[in-house]
């Protein structure tokens, strides 16, 4: 029970990654808040399942951010944890990514900013409303959800891979900031393609079948949200290449 009684925040929670690092936390003995901008009915059904509470908000909206964060703290008094999983993928840009790639003047722009404010803005308003309540404690953990550096620099994978980029940059800033403070902010990622929503629809089960399963995330999160890693800072974990002793 390496997070007894921690209480955690992991965004977008109801399906693919942040859906495992739900349950693996609540099965590591932590309260889970699982979020959502939409699909209210997948949080519920996994806070249900693991007992844990489930919040309609948008990360991208600071009204909802600010929301969220009051309630866990009215319910729960602290914010030990946050997971910073919630993320809009390439299928919003071009349905067809994987197979026909399209130029980024293409892009429609609506779309870049949907993708850009969840993948980016939504992380900084989501980090910047809890990062207060973890310094009057003088202590918390920051899981930054991230992908391979390759795939940010995949032909046809804008805005989504820079959005990515971007997301590392500020780890790695907000990391040297926060040094001292007793919170430690830490990038996580599976590896390479892992099966999520973000895969699109027209994958088979044949090529699913070679895709990351989503909870080799569990075991790596569990650390660097724990007492244990106290120490790590500013670090970025492959999830693949992580080894449970």
Same mark, same amino acid.
């Given at each position: ?6 209480? +955690? ?9 942040g859906?495992?690092? +739900? ?7 932590? @309260?889970?808040i699982v ?5 209210k009915?997948e949080?519920?059904?996994?806070a249900?399942q ?11 909206v600071?009204n909802?951010?600010? @929301?969220?964060?009051?309630?866990v ?6 914010i ?7 993320g809009?993928?390439?299928k919003?840009v ?5 197979? &026909?790639? &399209?130029p980024? /003047?293409?892009?429609? %722009?609506?779309? /870049?900013?949907?993708v850009?404010?969840t993948?980016?803005?939504?992380v900084?308003?989501m980090t910047?409303?809890?990062?207060p309540?973890?310094?009057k @404690? ?8 991230? *992908?391979?550096?390759?795939? *940010? &620099? @995949?032909?046809g994978? !804008?805005?989504?891979? %820079? ?8 780890? !790695?800033? /907000?990391?040297?900031?926060l040094?001292?403070?007793g919170? !430690? *902010?830490?990038v996580?990622l %599976?590896?390479?393609a !892992? ?6 629809d027209?994958?088979s089960?044949?090529?699913?079948? &070679? ?8 075991? %790596? ?7 244990? +890693? ?5 670090q ?5 290449? /992580?080894?449970t002793?």
């Amino acid at each position: 029970m390496k997070l007894e009684d921690k209480v +955690a925040i992991v965004t977008g929670g109801g399906r693919g990654i942040g859906r495992a690092i +739900a349950e693996t936390f609540a099965k590591e003995g932590a @309260r889970v808040i699982v979020t959502a901008a939409r699909q209210k009915n997948e949080i519920e059904k996994v806070a249900s399942q693991i007992g844990g509470t489930a919040i309609l908000a948008d990360v991208a909206v600071k009204n909802d951010v600010q @929301r969220l964060v009051d309630c866990v703290i009215s319910e729960f008094g602290r914010i030990d944890i946050l997971v910073n999983n919630a993320g809009r993928g390439m299928k919003y840009v071009n349905d067809n990514f994987m197979t &026909k790639p &399209k130029p980024f /003047w293409e892009a429609d %722009p609506d779309a /870049w900013r949907m993708v850009i404010d969840t993948n980016v803005n939504g992380v900084f308003l989501m980090t910047r409303e809890v990062i207060p309540h973890m310094l009057k @404690r003088g202590s918390g953990r920051i899981i930054n959800i991230s *992908m391979n550096y390759e795939t *940010m &620099k @995949r032909k046809g994978f !804008t805005p989504y891979g %820079p959005s990515k980029a971007a997301l590392e940059s500020m780890s !790695t800033i /907000w990391a040297q900031e926060l040094g001292g403070t007793g919170i !430690t *902010m830490n990038v996580l990622l %599976p590896g390479g393609a !892992t099966d999520t929503g973000m895969i699109p629809d027209s994958f088979s089960q044949s090529e699913r079948s &070679k895709l990351i399963d989503p909870a080799v995330m569990g075991p %790596p999160a569990v650390y660097l949200a724990s007492d244990e +890693a106290k120490n790590v800072n500013g670090q970025r974990i492959v999830a693949i290449e /992580w080894v449970t002793k």
